[in-house]
């Protein structure tokens, strides 16, 4: 019996390279929006996560996340 076939060998752990583009765009584009300034306030440091994370919300949509966050 063949288990696992076609399966990748390494375990699959990390978060790959289409990962890191994305997080390399949310850096871009929070910074470019603001959201990476001031960072010793608690709430800046959440805006600035949020927006790493969600920003296809910030560069397509236009959210802002500093009247949701705040």
Do not use: K, Q, S
Not at 44 to 55: F, P
């Amino acid at each position: 019996m063949m288990r696992g076939f076609g399966r990748r060998g390494t375990g699959g752990r990390g978060i790959g390279f289409f990962g890191v583009v994305y997080l390399a765009i949310g850096l871009l584009v929070a910074a470019t929006h603001g959201y990476l300034v001031a960072w010793n306030i608690p709430g800046n440091i959440l805006e600035g996560l949020a927006a790493i994370i969600l920003w296809p919300l910030v560069a397509f949509f236009g959210v802002d996340l500093h009247t949701l966050i705040a």
